[in-house]
Structure formats: structure tokens, C-alpha cells
């Protein structure tokens, strides 16, 4: 009997320690989570930013592109009519030849320019998974943002042109179930690539965490941080057959 009432009297001390550093902890977690958000707000409207900025030097480099293909084919037109005129207009003639040499030559410049603007968009593909896909790049864009927000992934940041677009997500987390089971938390890098042919390719890398149930952090071993890539890329090649 006198042990019994021990044991209660040992529990009854224990439970208000547990549950301050319990409250102490989860004090700890929301003041984390809402450094977290705040960052991620502003990484979100600076993206926002840059991707207007992307989106209007392209439909300016293509307004400005098409002009001058218009005054190009009018140009040379006018030339094919004046061939056979008298010398009288051949000052006429060497005019026009002037004006189109030089509308060559903005359209070269132009288009210089637009390569550049895609080779800028560059990434170092260290580790990761990559695998090429039969499918126009503009589908597997649609497919690959589907398969971010079907697996509770928000995409961070996004940077795209006419030939690659790169993706960054948030840091999903998913607390231990058990003190048996940890849990995990995982962020996505990813890239696709218009190749030849209507093909695409796509390179994935997840920078995948393990999580204890006190929060320590560990790093998970390479061939799950494979596994878990290589998902991500079947999925969406399933989804596109």
C-alpha cells in the first residue's frame, strides 16, 4: 500500500515539469514558424517581382522581333521591285539596301540578346536524379507543378524561359508518429530543359532530412535521398502516359 502511494505521489510531481517544457517547446516552435513565414513571404514577392520582370523582356524581345521581320520582308520586297527601274533610282535602290543591311543586323543583335537571357538562367545539377521525357516542355512544366501541390509541396520560387524553367519548394515537414518512428522534413529543387524533338528533360534533387521526436535533426542515407527523387520523377512520367 505504501508503495502505491509513492508511485502516485512520484507521477503527480513529474506531470507539471513534463508539461512546462512541453509549453516551452511549443513557444519555441511557433516563434520558428513565424521567422519561417516571414522569410518565406519575402523570398515569395521578390520572386513575384523577377518573374514580371522575365515575363515582360520576353513579350518586348518578341513585339520588337516581329517588327522587324515586318520591315525586313517590306524592305526586301521594295528591292526586288526597284531592280529593273532606271539608273536614274539606283540611288533609291542603294538607300533601301542600307536600311535592310541594318535591320539584319538589329535582328542578329536581337536575338543575341535572347540567347543570352537563356543561358543566364543556369543551375549547377549536383547530386539529383535526371531522366528525359517524350513530352513538350510546356506539359511537363503543367504536370510537374501539379505533382508539387498534390504532395502538399508549395512552390517557393519559380524562374522560367522559353527553353528552362527552375523550381524551388518549401521545407515540408511532417512530425514523428512514434518515439519508435521518426519523422522527416524535405525540400525540392528541381529544373526542366526543352531538348530536341518535343522531348524534355528533367532533373530532380530533394534535400531530404530526418526528424527525432525531441527535433533533433539527421541526414537520411544517399540511396533513400535517391528513392525519393526517383518518385517524384515517376509520378510525373506516369501522370503524362
Excluded at 32 to 38: I, N, R, V, W, Y
Excluded at 49 to 66: F, G, T, Y
Excluded at 95 to 114: H, V, Y
Amino acid at each position: 500500500m505504501a508503495l502505491t502511494i509513492m508511485l502516485g505521489l512520484l507521477v503527480l510531481t513529474a506531470c507539471p515539469q513534463d508539461q512546462t517544457a512541453l509549453q516551452s517547446e511549443t513557444i519555441q516552435l511557433k516563434k520558428q514558424t513565424a521567422k519561417l513565414e516571414s522569410v518565406i513571404q519575402s523570398l515569395q514577392e521578390g520572386n513575384k517581382v523577377l518573374q514580371q520582370q522575365i515575363d515582360r523582356l520576353n513579350h518586348e524581345a518578341r513585339e520588337v522581333e516581329a517588327s522587324y521581320r515586318a520591315k525586313l520582308q517590306e524592305a526586301q520586297t521594295h528591292i526586288t521591285q526597284l531592280t529593273n527601274v532606271p539608273k536614274k533610282d539606283v540611288a533609291t535602290i542603294q538607300s533601301l539596301e542600307k536600311k535592310n543591311t541594318k535591320l539584319q543586323r538589329d535582328a542578329q543583335w536581337l536575338r543575341s540578346q535572347r540567347d543570352h537571357m537563356r543561358k543566364s538562367l543556369v543551375i549547377q545539377q549536383i547530386g539529383g536524379q535526371a531522366h528525359e521525357l517524350p513530352f513538350t516542355f510546356s506539359t511537363v512544366a503543367a504536370i510537374m507543378e501539379e505533382a508539387f501541390t498534390k504532395n502538399g509541396y508549395t512552390i517557393l520560387t519559380s524562374m522560367q524561359t522559353d527553353q528552362k524553367a527552375v523550381y524551388i519548394t518549401d521545407r515540408k515537414t511532417s512530425l514523428p508518429p512514434s518515439l519508435e518512428l521518426s519523422g522527416f522534413r524535405n525540400q525540392y529543387l528541381a529544373m526542366i530543359e526543352k531538348g530536341p524533338a518535343d522531348h524534355t528533360t528533367i532533373w530532380v534533387r530533394a534535400e531530404f532530412e530526418k526528424l527525432s521526436r525531441n527535433g533533433h535533426i539527421f541526414a537520411a542515407p544517399q540511396t533513400e535521398l535517391a528513392d525519393i527523387e526517383s518518385r517524384l520523377i515517376q509520378e510525373i512520367h506516369q501522370t503524362l502516359n
